[in-house]
């Protein structure tokens, strides 16, 4: 389609006028045709862009759902290409299945911690809806940040339960935290009975899915923190330190304990094995002196007078041993003028 | 003539869209709709599909959400039965449970939630005051009473909504209690003097373990040691016994025995580095005085 522009053809015997006029008729009709091309050009397009619309992926990780003029029809759709009738006839919905989402809900502190020029500044009090915690069982506060694991296990119900099903999941969680930390103690929620504490909430929490019919499924509920509260955190370090304090001192004690029963038992070791060489050694010598005696005896002479003789010698031989041994010896002998004294030895 | 067919139909096609459009509607899964007819309500439609009407103005649609809707209230200071301030946060999910009587008294959503709070509001802190501090926290799990508080909250909530605005109550679940700002200082007070206490516990059991500990072992080392000291009496006993028997030949001359013995004993005693002082009347010294048998005079 071209526009004639040589003006071939057009009789140059007619009115100047005249001939102006056959050609802007000629130009417009050719506009108006080329427009009017172009319109249906674009109206194919769009009639083949309206028509693919109705093409769609569901993903791996997804299910798909056709609504038929607002109605669900046919079962779910596995991953792969599909086709729906366009708008307005099918809606097409996908929803990601197989993904784990994870949903936080925080207890913590929203105002009262806040960093004033590089120094952490507390405020004495927690303000409501700002600063937000759980009241323990004694009536003590306590602040946890926790992630509820969920899939998507009933698209239908998804869809059709609640109009955010995610905040819906938000408030059942907030509902479990607070239920579980108001039975519990300060000291069970935050060291003793931790995961009891956890197993409730996720319990509570899966029993409320599970009624409101929202179509999740919970994966698992983690506790990711808990902790006291900041502006008394010291004096809960204070009762760990004091904690640590009785261990050592318990641990300590032990150890003495230890190395007092194995000094003893060494000790008495020690007495025994003494008592067992003086028992060797005072049967030996018993025996040794019972055999010197029936030597003796052998040799000694039964008649009364010749017993002074014989004991005589016995003692001379062991005091003159005994005497050779000695350092020094002083002999005195005495009279009425005075005394004599025979010292022997190194002297002094 | 021919572009002039393809025209017509073209028109045809898109007069039908809009006919079609003016003289149906669709209910989606998750709405319901109340159809009028010059203002008056003619059907509600709650089953999803495609449904044929009057152009407008003849007949116009209201469409609802039939889903559950989460409404929060606000924070506001109540009173328990026993007179425990307490803020209590709710969460309640409310949904359009008769569109008809809905859309007459409220009509939105935006002025249905304003109702809803209201009433919410009252009846909240009505449930509250009903109740003492024990059913909200208490370590004894069997006098806390969520369900019960909820399910009262629910009622009374549901009874009033369903009844005047056509509002249905799925649920009511309570999602903060808190404490007024000033009795939280009270409470931080009151858990410092707490762990003070704890922290002062755990020292003296420490110390009074401890000392135990010490004092068993040192029992046990008494004990261990008197244990021996009467195992090696008993073994020196045995030797004893043993060597008297071995001495039995000393009583065959009883006399001999005894003086041997004196100078063992003398000879045990006299060790070296000593001194001794001796007279000369002991033999052998007496040798010092003299020959005997020679007289001195």
């Not at chain 2, 028109?11 to 509607?25: E, H, K, R």
């Not at chain 2, 010059?38 to 009407?53: D, I, N, S, T």
């Not at chain 2, 399910?151 to 009374?156: D, P, S």
Request: net charge negative.
């Amino acid at each position: 389609m071209t526009v004639n522009m040589n003006g071939g053809g057009i009789d140059k015997n007619r009115l100047p006028a005249e001939r102006t006029m056959e050609v802007a008729r000629k130009s417009l009709s050719d506009a108006l045709g080329l427009s009017f091309n172009i319109l249906k050009l674009i109206m194919a397009v769009v009639l083949i862009l309206y028509i693919t619309s109705g093409i769609f992926v569901v993903e791996q990780h997804e299910a798909g759902i056709i609504l038929r003029f607002g109605r669900i029809t046919g079962t779910l759709l596995e991953p792969g290409l599909h086709w729906a009738w366009p708008f307005p006839v099918d809606e097409h919905i996908t929803m990601p299945v197989a993904r784990v989402h994870g949903v936080e809900v925080s207890f913590m502190p929203g105002g009262s911690e806040k960093t004033v020029r590089g120094k952490q500044k507390v405020s004495a009090k927690l303000h409501p809806g700002v600063d937000r915690y759980c009241l323990t069982g004694d009536g003590n506060i306590v602040h946890s940040k926790w992630t509820i694991r969920y899939t998507i296990a009933d698209p239908v119900a998804y869809l059709t339960s609640c109009e955010n099903p995610e905040k819906v999941l938000e408030a059942i969680a907030e509902n479990s935290i607070i239920r579980g930390a108001s039975r519990f103690g300060v000291d069970e929620a935050l060291r003793t009975n931790v995961d009891e504490f956890r197993r409730k909430v996720q319990a509570a929490i899966v029993e409320g899915v599970a009624v409101s019919n929202i179509g999740f499924l919970i994966e698992g509920v983690d506790l990711e923190e808990i902790l006291p509260p900041l502006q008394v955190r010291d004096a809960f370090n204070s009762v760990i330190r004091a904690e640590q304090e009785r261990s050592k001192r318990i641990n300590e004690a032990r150890a003495y304990s230890n190395s007092v029963v194995s000094r003893v038992k060494g000790d008495a070791a020690k007495v025994v094995s003494k008592a067992a060489t003086y028992k060797v050694r005072t049967i030996e010598s018993a025996k040794a002196d019972s055999q010197y005696l029936s030597d003796l005896l052998k040799e000694y002479p039964g008649e009364p007078e010749k017993l002074n003789v014989f004991l005589n010698q016995i003692y001379e031989e062991i005091i003159g041993e005994v005497v050779a041994g000695v350092e020094q010896r002083v002999i005195i002998s005495k009279d009425d003028e005075g005394e004599v004294r025979y010292i022997i030895g190194p002297g002094e | 003539m021919r572009k002039n067919i393809f025209t017509v139909i073209t028109a045809g096609v898109i007069f039908v869209i809009l006919l079609f459009y003016l003289i149906s509607f669709q209910v989606r899964v998750n709405e319901q709709v109340v159809l009028t007819t010059f203002g008056k309500p003619a059907a509600v439609l709650e089953r999803p599909g495609l449904y044929w009407k009057w152009p407008w103005p003849i007949q116009s649609l209201y469409r609802f959400d039939s889903r559950l809707k989460l409404l929060k209230s606000r924070f506001e200071e109540t009173y328990t039965k026993d007179g425990k301030n307490l803020i209590v946060a709710a969460s309640l999910a409310w949904t359009v449970q008769e569109p008809l009587k809905f859309l007459e008294s409220v009509g939105t959503e935006l002025e249905a939630e304003k109702n809803l709070r209201s009433v919410m509001r009252n009846y909240k802190n009505a449930v509250i005051g009903g109740h003492p501090l024990n059913h909200f926290i208490s370590t004894d799990p069997e006098s806390l009473q969520f369900d019960k508080i909820e399910k009262e909250m629910l009622e009374l909530v549901a009874m009033e909504t369903e009844e005047r605005y056509g509002i249905g109550v799925g649920f009511v679940r309570i999602e903060e209690i808190a404490l007024p700002e000033d009795t939280t200082a009270k409470v931080f007070e009151r858990m410092r003097k707490e762990r003070e206490r704890i922290a002062e516990r755990f020292r003296a059991e420490g110390e009074g373990e401890a000392n135990k500990i010490r004092a068993e072992a040192e029992s046990e080392r008494d004990r261990i040691l008197a244990m021996a000291e009467a195992e090696a009496k008993r073994i020196m006993g045995e030797g004893d016994a043993l060597a008297a028997k071995h001495y039995a030949v000393f009583a065959e001359n009883e006399e001999l025995a005894i003086f041997l013995r004196k100078l063992d004993a003398l000879a045990g005693t006299l060790k070296e580095k000593t001194t001794i002082v001796l007279d000369t009347d002991m033999p052998p010294f007496d040798l010092l005085e003299g020959m005997p048998g020679l007289d001195k005079d």
